[in-house]
Each structure stands twice: as C-alpha cells, then as structure tokens.
C-alpha cells in the first residue's frame, strides 16, 4: 500500500507538470491578450509597452518556469482580461461549479443503481425494458439538446423553472457562495443538475445492468446458490463484485462533471468553472486557462486516487496482488 500510494502521488506531480506545459503552450495561440486589452487602434509603442509589463516578451521557456514557480508558491498569477488575482477569480466560480457536479453525481447515483439492479434481476418486466430504451436516449442524446430541451419545456411552455442563472445564493465567508440555503437556489439548479446527471444515470444504470448480469452468471454465484446461502446475500455478493467497474468509471465521471460541464454551464449561463473558460478563451487569458486545465488535472488525480484505495478496500484480492508484488520487488 505504501508504495502504491508513493508510486500514484510522483505519477501525478508528472501528470501535473505535464499538463501546465501543454496548457501553457496551446493557449499561447488562441489569441493575442495584448489586442485584447488595447484594441485595434493602439500604437506600437503602447503594445510593446504592455507585453513587457506583462512578461510576454520573454522567451516561451522563461514565462513557463516563471509562471510553475509562482504557482509552487500558490500565486496563479493575474488574469490578463479582468485584472484579478487567477485564484481569486477560480475560488469565487469554484462553489457554484462543485454543487452541480456533486448534486449530479448523487442524483445519477441514487437513481442509476437500483434502476440498474432492477434491469439486471427483472430484465423481461416492462418497467426494465423501458428502463434500458431510455438509457440508450440518455447516452445518444448530446448534453447542449437536453438543456435546450428542458429550458423549452420548463421555462418556456410551462414557466415553472428558472432557465439561467444561478439564483439567491448566501455568503459563507471566505467568498464562498451557495445556493443550497435558499429556496430560489433550489429552483434554479433543478434544470442544469438534470441536465447534467442524465447522461450520467444513463451510463450507470447500463453499467451496473451488465455487471451485475454477468457476476450472476458466475461460478461463485452458482457456488454461494449451491451452499444454500440466502439469495439476498448472493445477490449483495454479486452487486459488490459488478460494482468494481462502476466505481472506475463514476469517478472519472465526476472528474468529468468537473471538467467538461461547459456546456451545461453555458446553455445556462451558470456562474461556474465552465462559463470562465469560455470567457477566458474568448479573451486569450492564458494564465486563468492554464490554472483551469491545472485545476481540472488536480481533480481527475485525486478522484483517481480515492478510486483506487476503495477498490483495495472492497476487493481483497487486489490487496493481496499488492502484497505480492511489493514482495517480488
């Protein structure tokens, strides 16, 4: 365990370090910030002037190591186009992005497991079969239409539901906000959670259906069936087995809410993590793209993590294989 722990944390600072370069590098050609900040109409003069208050006239090498030494010390740097301290800017959008993804990710799991037991135990009854079309919607459908969709039929037609936005929210200090105290909070996460928890459901709901099918057709199954021990505890066995996979694939999943609901976060102009990088990509701000990708990275490495040490706690064979190969070592 020690030395899966030690060998997981360096492969993360690589991955870290990796990733700033790439992110630090890319994003040098998604525009000009100089132009950005003064227009078309300034001089040479003035351009030249604020690329070397800025540390763009630097070699590329020199701006990189300038800017991981800055964010070893915590300093992210300063956004180029609003003029705030990066982790200033990332604490205040980090609330709104975090109850979405973890709001999602509960409702996707509440729901998706035990609809996805019922399709494996109960796969000719009605209710499972439409259960399993409607996961196949669930996982066809892009995420921008089902927004659209839900904002046409809740906000629009029926006009019970806020369509943008992030509502009331109360002020916990440290400049950390949320939504989950008011009853206008509420209201308006209901579409963007849905939004981004169905491809999620749907997902987990097919996964745990298969897994829990095939871990039923196994041989300990048929073993732990002919000991005549009691089907509720076969089928717990089973569902520990078949939920191994699962856990693999909701942690990335989570990582992703994180990461990749920008899409959600614009369909609704949501005032999270997603909605900055597109404004920072629009405005050719480098340094609060490179904390963003960095932070995105951070999140998937820890929730790798956190996978891995539950799988070594529900499986003990993938213990034991540890064990051994520290041995062999």
Known sequence: MPAMLTGRLLQALLVLLAVELIAFLMF???GDPVVFLLGQDATPAQAAALRASLGLDRPVLEQYLAFLGRVLQGDLGLSLAQGMRVSRLLLERLPATLELALLACALALLAGLPLGMHVA???RALSARLAGAATLLGVSVPTFLIGIGLIHLFSVRLGWLPSFGRGEVVDLGEGWTTGLLTADGWRHLVLPVLTLAIFQLALIVRLVAAGLREAM???FVRFARARGLPETRVRRHALRH???????VVGLQF???????????????????????????GAADVPVLAA???LTALVFVLVNLVVDLL????????RTAGRGAEVRA
């Not at 078949?242 to 693999?248: D, F, I, S, W």
């Not at 992703?256 to 597109?278: D, H, K, Y």
């Open 28 to 30: 040098r050609h998604v």
């Open 121 to 123: 135990l109960h796969p």
């Open 217 to 219: 057709a196994s041989e």
């Open 242 to 248: 078949a939920l191994l996979p699962v856990m693999t």
């Open 255 to 281: 990582g992703g809410l994180i990461a990749f609901s920008i899409i959600t976060e614009t369909v609704f102009q949501w005032p999270g993590l997603g909605l900055l990088f597109v404004q920072a990509v």
């Open 292 to 294: 963003y990708l960095g």
């Open 311 to 318: 799988q070594l706690w529900i499986d003990p064979r993938l």
